[in-house]
């Protein structure tokens, strides 16, 4: 399972980069927003904060079809990393079939429903983003729904990458690998607690103290 980080603080990539633990990252306009940069300057940033072989979401803010295709084509011709994002309504899918006969890679994102899930594949989408958390915030099951596009794309054998997205818990992730997910996009607190164990802490305490306590050498570095 791919994993990548859903942010576009720059001090929070870097430092998952540098673990060696994210495939890539999503951003949207809300988290771009938050930073408080201009745009143009945020994506140098991220282009150079990230290793050559990493995956980079952008998205695209227009919302009819030629300037969702003018848009994702901007965003692309930036560099080859990026996958572009366009939101799930009926020109950003009509957008999503021309650009990926383009070769041009599309992140369908803003998705709700597995039949949603389902046009995305038909229409060429190289990822489809279901918003789990989101689902869950209105007292529906996002797990039901990303069960369902699982098996609406086995069933069909379709190509289109289910990417995980609106994570709320360390558990969200858990169970988004069972479900068989092909990425995950968390926000950057969640990776770091995925390394937490208090048996960890108390095994390495432990080991640390006993072999203070017995005196003993480490063999030559
Ligand atoms: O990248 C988009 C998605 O992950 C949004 O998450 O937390 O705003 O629902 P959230």
């Not at 079809?65 to 930036?78: G, T």
């Not at 990926?100 to 803003?110: C, P, Q």
């Not at 068989?180 to 164990?197: A, K, L, Q, R, W």
Request: glycine share 4%; charged share 25%.
């Amino acid at each position: 399972m791919k994993l990548f980080i859903d942010s576009a603080k720059i001090e929070e990539i870097q430092k998952l980069e540098d673990l060696g633990v994210i495939d890539g990252i999503t951003t949207n306009p809300t988290l771009a927003s938050v930073t408080g940069k201009k745009f143009k300057d945020l994506v140098s940033e991220i282009f150079e904060t990230l290793s050559k072989d990493r995956i980079i979401n952008l998205e695209v803010i227009a919302t009819d079809y030629d300037n969702i295709l003018k848009q994702a084509r901007a965003l692309a011709a930036l560099d080859s990393r990026v996958v572009v994002k366009i939101p799930c309504i009926p020109d950003g899918l009509k957008a999503c079939k021309k650009l990926s006969e383009e070769g041009i890679r599309v992140n369908i994102t803003l998705v709700f429903s597995p039949m949603q899930a389902l046009l995305c594949a038909k229409m060429g989408a190289f990822y489809v983003s279901p918003f789990v958390g989101r689902l869950d915030d209105i007292s529906m099951d996002g797990m039901d729904v990303i069960s369902e596009i699982v098996k609406i794309y086995k069933n069909y054998e379709y190509k289109t990458q289910i990417l995980f997205a609106s994570v709320r818990s360390v558990e969200h992730i858990r169970l988004a690998a069972l479900a068989g997910v092909d990425i995950v996009t968390s926000p950057y607190n969640f990776i770091m607690e995925m390394y937490n164990h208090p048996l960890t802490d108390k095994g390495l305490a432990q080991f640390l103290e006993d072999w203070k306590n017995a005196g003993e050498e480490f063999i030559a570095v």
